[in-house]
Each structure stands twice: as C-alpha cells, then as structure tokens.
C-alpha cells in the first residue's frame, strides 16, 4: 500500500512516500480503507523525535493519526461494524499513523462518521475536536458562564475550543494574528487580542480557564498572572513549573488527548445539529504529503490540512 512515512527521525526532507506492505487486523481490530487523513501538529513533532527515546514506535512509521473512510475487514469479535461503513479515528500516536491506503485499529476507538460531512472534511475532525473537547470539559471543568482565554484560536484545536466553549456558554477570549481575527469572531468568540500587537496579560484577567495548544513566547508561564485564584490552565506541549501554578493557587495540567469513541460519537451529534463547524486551509494528495506538513509546520493554516488518500 502507499504511504507517507519515514525511516529516521529528522527534518521533513525524511518523509517518503513509497509502499509498504497492508497492515493485518486483530480479531478486535477494524481495516480501515482510508480516503482522507488530517495532518496535525503533533505529526511534525513525532517525525522530528519527540517519542524517539520513548520506544513507542518501530520504523518506518507511518505519519498522521487523523484518518476517515470506508470499513474494508472486519475483526471476528468485532459486533460494533460490517464492510462498507463509513467512519472516523484519532488513533492512538503509539501505535502506526493513518497517512497511508490502510488503517488497523482497534474498533473500540472507532465511531461512525458524521452523515452529513464528506470524508475530507471528517478526517479533519478528530484529534482536534477531541483535544479541545478534552481540555475544556474533562480537565478544564469550564461552566456555563466562566471566562475562558484560548490561544491560537485559528488553529485547528483553537477553533474547535472556541465553538465548544461557546456551546457551554463559557465567555470566550481568543488570540492570534489580526489577519485571524474575522475568521476567530466567526466562530463565536466575544473578543479576540492580536498577539503580535497586544500583550494578552495586559488586556485580560480572572480567567477562569486558560487553553494553550500551542507554546513559544513564553505564553504558558505567561497565562498565570491571568488566572483566578482555582482557575485552571491546561497545556498540550509546554511545561512549567507546577510549584510556580500551585502557589498561585491555579490548577495545571499538561494533557494527553485519549482516543475516544464516546467523544467522537459525542463531536458528531454537534456537528449533525450545527453546534460545530469544520474549516478546511487545504487539500493536499497524499503524493504531495511533504507540502502539507511544510504548510503545517509554517503555522500559518487558518482550520484544518487535510491529505485525500483515495479520491472518493
């Protein structure tokens, strides 16, 4: 099968698209023909070495856990599917990625995709929407009502956190580049401080939740002097120093996105009835793998890349 992937870890010069052969399934597991992959972040961090020393993977590893498309073999203890559904996965970045003509994973993470949505715009869901879904309900408890600070909210988990946060009632605060700044007020958010123009801090305060999904600038350590006394700030890449939150009486933590066949089930029913919206950047073949993660890598996408696996 074709695939984008890599031998070594390194710099995007690394990734090939070749063949490799077709994954075999567990009795547990789902094939997945895919159509469409997301491309996220996360992909150029895993090819740059983030989980070199961690022993996670095996090489070649097959980038990108984003994938939506069409049941193809069904595992024997397997009840929840049969071939020719259509459905969407965050896989898990342990296990091999879905840039690829193949996908096997374990049927338990996997849900039906939204009906009304094509496969393009479903790959581009899951581990954005899970990550935003996440940070604010499981580890941000955000409430109807509180304040909430999301950085880079034209990104692809911003803005998802945007449209969710806004679903709960939360009062949003968003930042990015003013070029971002129509795009970000579309999808609900009440005020929005250009980041290159602006200090958030000087703008801002009492925040009940602070969503960072992206580092630099120090905005991490930055968000503290924001945040209510119990208030919360939840992380994805950047660290800080717990002691330094906790004297501030905040609650901090740095997050793990879980695969979750009830939080996909759960994003599909606010995308079938328009709670939520998908924003495509770009549309990449997966021939041309290596210009979208440049694109991703320049962090200048406005919603999700996307890469068509199989042209539907």
């Known amino acids: 099968m074709k695939a984008a992937y890599i031998k070594q870890y390194g710099n995007v010069d690394n990734l090939i698209i070749g063949d490799l052969p077709k994954p075999s399934i567990s009795a547990y597991q789902v094939l997945i023909k895919v159509k469409a992959a997301g491309v996220n972040p996360v992909d150029f961090h895993i090819r740059n070495g983030m989980l070199k020393d961690s022993g996670t993977h095996e090489l070649p590893l097959i980038l990108g856990w984003d994938a939506a498309g069409i049941v193809s073999e069904v595992g024997q203890h397997v009840t929840d599917f049969k071939l020719g559904d259509e459905v969407y996965v965050y896989s898990p970045l342990t296990e091999q990625g879905a840039q690829a003509e193949y996908l096997a994973v374990n049927a338990n993470i996997v849900a039906h995709k939204p009906a009304s949505l094509n496969f393009i715009q479903s790959a581009a869901v899951p581990l ?14 955000l409430q109807k009502g509180q304040k909430v600070l999301i950085h880079n909210a034209s990104g692809g988990d911003g803005s998802f956190a945007v449209q969710i946060a806004k679903n709960i009632g939360a009062y949003v605060i968003a930042t990015g580049s003013q ?125 999700k890349i996307v890469i068509e696996v199989v042209a539907s």
């Open 128 to 141: 954005a929407a899970l990550t935003a879904l996440q940070a604010l309900t499981k580890h941000g408890e």
């Open 179 to 303: 070029a971002k700044e129509e795009f970000v007020m579309g999808l609900g958010a009440d005020e929005f401080i250009d980041y290159k123009q602006d200090d958030f801090e000087q703008h801002v305060s009492d925040m009940d939740l602070v969503f960072a999904a992206v580092g630099g600038n120090n905005i991490v350590e930055r968000s503290l002097a924001v945040i209510k006394p119990n208030g919360r700030l939840i992380t994805l890449l950047d660290e800080i120093d717990e002691i330094k939150a906790q004297s501030k009486n905040i609650h901090y933590a740095r997050m793990i996105v879980e695969p979750s066949k009830i939080g996909l089930n759960t994003i599909a029913d606010m995308l079938e009835s328009n709670q939520l919206q998908v924003t495509i950047d770009s549309v990449f073949s997966l021939d041309d793998a290596k210009k979208a993660m440049i694109k991703s890598e320049s962090a200048r996408a406005t919603g």
